[in-house]
Each structure stands twice: as C-alpha cells, then as structure tokens.
C-alpha cells in the first residue's frame, strides 16, 4: 500500500462531485505521454498530451530536453483536465519508464552525463570483455540467475565500464546514479536524488533477485561504490510533496502521492491485461517483448526449488521484479515497429496500406528473403553485441512488398524463439494478448505471427497499454478494486498450412545467424 500520513489516508476516497482521477505518465523511448485515468480504469482520452522524443544515434538522450518534455506534459495534461472538471482530485500519480534509463547526477541533482539506454552503441566490446571474464572464472551463468539478466550493452554493467574506461573525467563528476524517472522526481521534490523502484533497477542488470536490492558483487565490479547508488523500494512506497516552482505549477499533485516508476513492460502487461501466466503480452511498438507475469511462489514450484530459492531465468531470457510478490518474464527486441518505420523510408513508398497490402497477397515465406531483424542490434534470445541488420536473398525481382513482406516475418521469428523458451513457465491453454502501436492497424503482422507461433494472437482494445498499466498498479497499491481486462476486438487464427513454411523458416534464419553473427 501507499504510504502516507493518516490524514490523506483519509481522505483518498471522497464523496460528493469530486472526480478522483489518477495521473499516469508513460516515459516512453518515442514519446513522453500523460493522461488520466478514472478508477475504472478508463482514460479520458481528452486529457492526453504527448511529445515526441528523439535518440542519439549512440543510443543516448540528452536528460535536459527529456525534462523539458516531460514537464510540458504533465504542464498540458492537467490543464485539460481543468477544462474537464472543476472538481479532480488526484489521488495518485505513477509512472512507467522505457527500460533501462540512467543518468549520472552530481551533489546537486543535476545531471552530468547523458540517459544511458537500452540500445547503447558505445560498449559493446566491454560487455564481451566482462563476460569473457565471468566466463572464464566459471561465474557467468551464476551472474545471468543472481541478476535475472545477461551481461549485454542493453544494461549498465558494460556502459559504467566503458564510461570509467573512457570518460573517467566524467564519470568522477557522478555524485549518484539515478533512472530518469528518480531524477526527474527528485528535481521537482528539491532533492539531489530519490529512491528506485526494484522494477527499475532490475532493468539496469544490476539487482540482487534474492535481496531486492543492488547486487554488491557486479557493482563493485564495474567500479561503482554504494555510496552512488540510491535506495531500492517496492514501487508501491508513494512519496508525497513537490517543492517550487512545481508545487505552483501542479496545485493539484501537492498531496498526491507520487509511486515510484516500474519498466514500461510491465506497465504494458497490466494494462493490456496479463496479470499472470494464463496470458502473454507481446507488444510491438518501437521495440518489441513477449512476457508472462509470475508469482515468485509459482515460480519456486515451477521449477522444483525451496522456499528460499529464486526461479532460473530461461536460457536466453530476462527476469525482472515488478514488485516484491510478482516478476516478470520474458525477452525484448530492439527493433519492432523501429524497423518497418525505416523500410518505409528507405524504400520511399510513401502509401502505406497500399505497401502492406501488396505484402498480405503473398503467399507465406515466398519472397526468397532471410532477414535478421537488427538494425540497432540484438538482444533475446541471442544478445549478441555486434549484431547488424542482414538481408540475404535479394534479387532483380524483389520488391518492396517483399522486403516487408519478410520483415515482419523475421521479427515473428524472433518472437516463435522467446515463445519455445517460455512454454514450460505456461499452463495448457495461455492466451497469446497483442497490443502495442505497431500491431493496432496491422491486421497482416498479427497473422503472421499467429501463424509463425501456431497459437491465436487476440488483439485488445486498448490505445494506451502501458500508462493504464501504471493507472493498474497505482490502484493495486491503494487498494482499489482492478478493473475488468480490456475486450478482445480480433483475434488472428493460426493457419495449419502455415506451420510447416515457418518451420522451414526460423530453421533458415537459424542458419544465416550461425553464419553471420555466431560465426563472428
């Protein structure tokens, strides 16, 4: 539960005319979004305000622009709601966050390095130098199960190696490290730092998933001492109170209680309904994940161990706390939505449906194509550090249609090996959920991947899964009852004729991996 003085115990739930409403803030890797939502877990979709971001190619974000967004937002979020209603109250705020964010800040709170993200490119030679390392001290498995994560670019361990390495000047000017939603709290509670929820810093590849709490043993390893490192809390220990100018500017968030920020996947799960094993999530948006949500109890019984044991992460996965009592399990790509956005670009069609249409009347598999869908690299099942975006096959007669055609293919692909991992963690019957901007309006991707994983793929009705996830888990640390899951509005039925082709399929994109990147 939120923790809060009595008095605003008290008063959470009112009587009368008052709207209570709670703030979800979404940080996402393509956009900053805000919007609220009523406790029955609807959104008032005329409250949402959004801006676009964007990444340095190094995989960076500049933290001031970040703020500026952010700010702006929520700024613009709650004066519409001031059109709205006269009479909101907002009983919470939360937040999700692309996975991982990180910044450096110095004694003051100010940032001095840039957000460190998941598609870093900068130190891939360092992640590959410390898992040989681990490797060779036989401790590299042990790592991956203690931390619930590998030694890859996609987290901290290998970028705090590379920044010492190569930036000790800056590194030396890091007073703390903070996720970008802790950063941006403190600034606007006037503190130099604020705690990270468990959910986050599972994400940097640096939590203890036995403790909860920073694993001593990567930390001291890649140079950083404890004195950086911020508290670690459940997500659901709300901080209330915003010092100026934000007090002024916010009136209606002085006694709200602030949760501390979760991934976004699992703010994605909750939202589009997965709140356990009998229902996966996979979301295609920039970036693409396929995960289950696992009370750590079932997760000890799944796999034959003690009380006082932790579930082993499946070969090639991650495993990250939502909070104390449930994880989540799964396995992201890099490139979703990311990669037919750049196609339709590089391939100059500038009408859409008329390009994805052409794709849908060919048959399965039938462009001669094998594609590795890296453009920003890889990471599950294979993490490969030096992965790059392969196209074979291509001929004088192939078209753009085919070259989106096996795109979208190649990602299912990806998708039918994070599936086969996390089977054993399912019951007979678990229903595959889709959401995510990149699946909303493409009926022939959705087919695709039902056929590729040979099990329906329902498609729910929800605009905006990940912050009504952050509305979800801010009533379940109220206590609120949950809202019903999201309809389902389509649901692509697997063809049997299709099972064999992407057999034949994932079996040759096998083969070219093995040639391409295992062969490296």
């Known amino acids: 539960m939120v923790k809060c003085d009595a008095e605003l115990e008290g008063s959470l739930f009112g009587e009368g005319s008052q709207l209570d409403l709670i703030l979800a803030v979404d940080l996402g890797s393509s956009s900053v979004r805000a919007s609220a939502y009523r406790l029955d877990g609807t959104r008032l979709e005329e409250t949402t305000e959004f801006r676009i971001t964007e990444q340095s190619l190094d995989g960076t974000f500049d933290p001031h622009v970040l703020t500026d967004l952010t700010e702006e937002v929520i700024s613009d979020c709650l004066a519409r709601v001031r059109k709205v209603t006269s009479n909101a109250r907002f009983i919470a705020a939360a937040w999700t966050s692309f996975a991982m964010s990180w910044l450096g800040v110095d004694s003051k709170g100010q940032p001095v390095t840039p957000v460190y993200t998941y598609s870093d490119a900068l130190s891939g030679r360092y992640a590959d130098r410390l898992r040989k390392e681990l490797a060779q001290q036989g401790s590299l498995e042990d790592t991956w199960q203690r931390t619930g994560t590998p ?98 500017n916010w009136p209606e968030l002085v006694q709200t209680p602030f949760l501390l920020a979760v991934g976004d996947g699992a703010g994605a799960n909750l939202g589009s309904g997965c709140p356990d094993n009998t229902r996966i999530a996979l979301t295609i948006g920039t970036t693409g994940a396929m995960r289950v949500v696992l009370p750590n109890e079932s997760q000890r019984r799944e796999y034959g161990v003690g ?89 004088p007669a192939t078209t753009p249609a085919h070259i989106v055609r096996a795109a979208f293919e190649a990602v299912a692909l990806r998708f039918r090996l994070i599936y086969e991992r996390l089977r054993p963690l399912l019951p007979p019957g678990a229903e595959i959920v889709a959401s995510g901007g990149a699946l909303q309006e493409n009926q022939l991707w959705r087919q695709i991947l039902a056929d590729a994983l040979q099990v329906p793929v329902n498609l729910v009705n929800v605009d905006e899964a990940t912050s009504r996830g952050a509305a979800v888990l801010a009533m379940q640390a109220l206590g609120i009852p949950l809202p019903p899951n999201p309809p389902t509005v389509h649901t692509a039925m697997p063809l049997r004729e299709a099972s064999a082709v992407y057999a034949q399929a994932a079996l040759r994109q096998q083969e070219l991996y093995d040639r391409v990147i295992s062969g490296n």
Request: hydrophobic residues 45%.
């Open 151 to 248: 030694i890859h670019t996609a987290y901290a361990p290998a970028q705090l190696l590379r920044l010492s390495s190569e930036e000790p000047g800056l590194a030396k000017r890091v007073e703390c490290w903070q996720t970008l939603a802790a950063s941006l709290f403190a600034r606007w509670r006037g503190q130099p730092h604020a705690p990270i929820s468990s959910s986050e810093v599972g994400w940097t590849g640096m939590l203890n998933r036995q403790d909860l709490t920073w694993d001593e043993e990567l930390v001291e390893r890649v140079g950083v001492h404890s004195g950086q490192l911020p508290p670690v809390l459940d997500y659901a220990k709300g901080l209330i109170g915003l010092a100026e100018p934000w007090a002024s």
């Open 307 to 395: 009380e006082a044991g932790m579930q082993r992460v499946p070969a090639g996965l991650w495993s990250y706390p939502i909070d104390s009592k449930r994880w989540l399990v799964g396995g992201s790509l890099t490139d979703g939505g990311s990669l037919f956005s750049w196609l339709h670009e590089v391939l100059a069609v500038e009408d859409i449906s008329t390009l994805i249409a052409a794709a849908a009347d060919l048959p399965a598999d039938a462009h001669g194509l094998t594609i590795l869908p890296f453009l920003r690299g890889e990471r599950a099942p294979g993490w490969a550090t030096e992965a790059d975006l392969t196209i074979s096959g291509i001929s």
